[in-house]
């Protein structure tokens, strides 16, 4: 079973992508937390495959927490899913190894086959 970390501050959006994922195979259901220190006090006593990375985050931006998760060394994939679409936060977050980059807003069947070629 696939574990994903949902990281967004926005309830909704959180909710939807984590419906989507508990009806695929593979995956187990899905923990969301809404900011980066969430994220990084579940990671430091749990284990993930992927994080579901959005950038505009309260505190510290999804950019530096896949920066200071790649200092970290956790042993965790990153899909950044975010509304930013600028070249610099895309350059930024594929060069930190994030292995695919959905801008929002985007069909779920965008998301369905990210998942699934993951």
């Known amino acids: 079973?696939?574990?994903?970390?949902?990281?967004?501050?926005?309830?909704?959006?959180?909710?939807?992508?984590?419906r989507l994922i508990r009806t695929m195979e593979g995956f187990s259901k899905p923990v969301v937390v809404?900011?980066?220190?969430?994220?990084?006090?579940?990671?430091?006593?749990?284990?993930?495959?992927?994080?579901?990375l959005d950038?505009?985050?309260?505190?510290?931006?999804?950019?530096?927490?896949l920066s200071r998760i790649r200092d970290l060394r956790y042993p965790v994939d990153v899909?950044?899913?975010?509304?930013?679409?600028d070249s610099h936060s895309i350059q930024t977050a594929l060069r930190a190894g994030a292995v695919d980059y959905l801008i929002k807003p985007?069909?779920?069947e965008r998301l369905r086959q990210a998942l699934l070629a993951y």
């Open 1 to 18: 079973m696939t574990t994903i970390l949902i990281v967004e501050d926005d309830p909704m959006v959180a909710e939807l992508n984590s």
């Open 34 to 52: 809404g900011d980066a220190r969430e994220a990084l006090l579940y990671l430091e006593n749990n284990s993930v495959d992927l994080i579901l």
């Open 55 to 65: 950038i505009y985050l309260p505190g510290m931006n999804g950019l530096e927490l």
């Open 79 to 85: 899909m950044v899913v975010s509304a930013a679409r």
């Open 106 to 108: 985007f069909d779920f």
